[in-house]
């Protein structure tokens, strides 16, 4: 079963969006040493928000775009071991990611409240050894919600194919399908209700400050809001889903359709924010691209006067 027209277009946007994501961190690494801007912490949890970003957009095209729609079917035999062993990694991965995404923007929304409190020191505050230690956190924090669940063997979760559709289908038990949804949504709900509670904060500084907030600064937190909009949005559809469900609502339940638009939006909505909020970035990006398309002629070795006329009389 191939993509449909709306799974192509997910998974094109998607494609291009995340070479345009490339770019712009191929970008700020390149002129870091010439644009002081990007070397503040703003940037620098960019850069490490992208390894989260990257890795949710492989697994979720090839573990669950691509395996739903037929495309890994060659690659599981129909009574092999990866078909019970595979789908519990893929699972616990695609959860684990998010939940790093999460918190990613937790910290987005800290930093752009250190930047309205303390707009000339906030950089201070984010040191390279607090960023580190903070993103150990986030990195290993989301381990202790999936691994349970997902190392618990008496929960049922593997792939069945259907050979019928040519696809390969996760299936889960009831009982871990309800978990894992409760902590997809709590975490959700936990990282968007302290990431309200710091942007409103954020707001009213910037509103009652007299030290008027620098323009690019400025400009950084419109992009964190447009991110953090998208992050708002994923959790009323978790919320949605699991209340549905649970109430069993089979009217409403076209909210599991978003579900597949809603992660591509989760990694994908960065690149496009950045661009759009910040004219630094934008600059930096063409600059960046122009070197690059500008190659440097090859210079054959210099030749004397000299050898020019005995060249010509040789000739």
């Given at each position: 079963m191939a993509f449909d027209a709306l799974q192509f277009v997910l998974f094109f946007y998607s494609c291009i969006s995340m070479a345009v994501y490339s770019i712009i961190i191929f970008s700020i690494l390149n002129q870091r040493r010439s644009l002081p801007i990007l070397r503040g912490s703003f940037f620098s949890l960019v850069v490490i928000h992208f390894v989260a970003d990257l890795?949710?957009?492989?697994?979720?095209?090839?573990?669950f775009r691509a395996r739903k729609y037929g495309y890994l079917n060659?690659?599981?035999p129909d009574d092999g071991a990866a078909l019970f062993t595979v789908p519990r990694i893929s699972n616990a991965l695609h959860y684990y990611v998010k939940i790093i995404v999460y918190i990613g923007q937790v910290?987005?929304?800290l930093n752009r409240l250190t930047s309205a409190l303390m707009p000339l020191d906030y950089n201070n505050i984010w040191t390279l050894n607090r960023i580190r230690a903070i993103t150990l956190v986030?990195?290993?924090v989301p381990l202790a919600a999936v691994l349970p669940v997902h190392l618990n063997m008496q929960f049922t979760m593997k792939y069945i194919k259907y050979n019928d559709e040519n696809t390969l289908r996760l299936e889960t038990d009831p009982?871990?399908?309800?978990?894992i949804a409760y902590i997809d949504m709590a975490c959700s709900v936990l990282c968007t209700i302290f990431s309200i509670i710091m942007y409103v904060w954020t707001l009213h500084v910037v509103r009652k400050s007299t030290t008027r907030l620098a323009s690019v600064e400025l400009r950084l937190l419109v992009s964190a809001l447009f991110v953090f909009i998208v992050l708002t949005l994923n959790t009323v559809i978790q919320v949605a889903t699991v209340i549905t469900n649970h109430i069993g609502i089979k009217e409403v339940m076209f909210i599991n359709d978003l579900s597949y638009p809603m992660v591509d939006l989760i990694y994908t909505?960065?690149?496009?924010a950045l661009l759009m909020c910040s004219s630094v970035m934008r600059k930096n990006v063409m600059t960046t691209l122009r070197r690059r398309s500008h190659k440097p002629v090859p210079l054959s070795a210099p030749t004397t006067e000299k050898e020019d006329c005995n060249t010509e009389a040789t000739n």
């Open positions: 890795l949710l957009f492989f697994e979720f095209n090839i573990l060659g690659i599981f910290y987005f929304a986030q990195w290993l009982e871990s399908t309800e978990i909505c960065q690149p496009w």
